[in-house]
């Protein structure tokens, strides 16, 4: 399965929740789930095989232990298809080096290997568009934007007076399901961090209403100083 969608779509966390489902899941004699990520494989130098074993060897040194699994248990589990390897981030590699991925990642699901791939929509059209073929064998579920409704009923939540402060917010994005601001918050991320940095009761969240246009709105909710007050409001 190729997950697809824009930046910050919640790709990563769909693989993450969709691993720990399929442990949860999991009966005896099952293949087991790994999320890895994709960043720093080449697949020009290194085949999936190899590197799928290297990566769980890295990850679970624990079965490196000749003494309790034999040699080469790491590989031994990739070659019986015993695992599941969700990888998150095609769209993370070098662009020269995604067409070869899907190649690679191909030649593994025409086996019995069952794989969960991440990527944007836009990276992963160029590089089945380069191929000439999607992912072999390969269903592709594409990640949709928010809608206002959604945005509207996430953004007051947990707050004081958050209905009321936040109501500029949604009754423009009804009256402007697709306006820049919209757009804006079309992604679980920016919505997120839209919430956080207009989380403190000095903000004024209607503020958002005002800018001229998606950039402006999406770089005062990324901006450094709200990004540190996320970390901080979060700390435990």
């Known amino acids: 399965m190729a997950i697809i969608g824009m930046a910050g779509a919640g790709k990563t966390s769909l693989a993450v929740l969709l691993t720990l489902g399929l442990l949860k899941e999991r009966q005896d004699r099952r293949e087991v789930p790994v999320l890895l990520n994709l960043a720093g494989w080449d697949p020009r130098k290194e085949h999936v ?13 624990a079965l490196t232990d000749q003494s309790r699994f034999g040699r080469n248990a790491a590989m031994q589990l990739v070659d019986r298809a015993w695992i599941v390897p969700v990888l998150d981030g095609l769209d993370e590699m070098p662009p020269a080096l995604r067409t070869d991925a899907v190649v690679a990642l191909t030649g593994v699901s025409t086996r019995d290997q069952l794989l969960v791939l991440t990527c944007r929509t836009e990276e992963y059209q160029e590089a089945i568009t380069a191929i000439g073929t999607p992912l072999a064998y390969a269903a ?11 945005v509207g009923e996430y953004l007051p939540g947990w707050q004081i007076n958050g209905a009321q402060r936040w109501a500029p917010v949604t ?30 009761p000095y903000t004024e969240p209607g503020a958002l209403t005002r800018f001229a246009d998606r950039a402006a709105v999406e770089r005062t909710c990324s901006k450094p100083t709200c990004l540190s007050f996320l970390v901080n409001y979060h700390r435990p």
Not at 140 to 150: C, F, K, N
Request: aromatic letters at 8%; charged letters at 15%; zero cysteines.
């Open 49 to 61: 095989d190899i590197w799928l074993a290297r990566r769980l060897a890295e990850l679970y040194p």
């Open 140 to 150: 592709v579920v594409e990640l949709e934007p928010l809608t206002g409704q959604q």
């Open 171 to 200: 009754a423009h994005l009804r009256a402007h399901p697709h306006g820049h601001l919209a757009q804006a918050l079309s992604t679980p991320l920016m919505v997120y961090l839209a919430r956080t940095a207009y989380t403190p």
